[in-house]
């Protein structure tokens, strides 16, 4: 079974920054899809960034497009979700997510594997 551990979360202000990582044990990380969602309180669980193996093809949700960007180190088993120019109602708990089959499209539902999340707040 794949484990997945989010980390990088926190408080930081509007405009402000953080990059969050998720390290996974699995030894075919390399060629899982890999995501990011997140859950704001009394919310529904949503899409935010998704990774492809090999070739590193992205995509996002168009509330997050040209502000968050995700990456992985295949060497680390490792993805990471960098946000910049955050915004209060980009608050939510972030989980990673890791899907062995990527075929599906689009790519915002039925991963297999998630973490148990990382708290984002932004807040002035």
């Known amino acids: 079974q794949v484990q997945l551990v989010e980390s990088g979360g926190g408080l930081v202000q509007p405009g402000g920054s953080l990059r969050l990582s998720c390290a996974a044990s699995?030894?075919?990380?390399?060629?899982?899809?890999m995501g990011w969602f997140r859950q704001a309180p009394g919310k529904e669980r949503e899409f935010v960034a998704a990774?492809?193996?090999?070739?590193?093809?992205?995509y996002y949700t168009d509330s997050v497009k040209a502000r968050f960007t995700i990456s992985r180190d295949n060497a680390k088993n490792t993805v990471y979700l960098q946000m910049n120019n955050l915004k209060p109602e980009d608050t939510a708990v972030y989980f990673c997510?890791?899907?062995?089959?990527?075929?599906?499209?689009?790519?915002?539902?039925?991963?297999?594997?998630w973490g148990q999340g990382t708290q984002v707040t932004v807040s002035s």
């Open positions: 990774i492809w193996p090999i070739t590193g093809s992205t």
């Open positions: 699995a030894r075919s990380f390399s060629r899982y899809r």
């Open positions: 997510a890791a899907d062995p089959d990527t075929s599906t499209w689009p790519p915002t539902y039925a991963y297999d594997y």
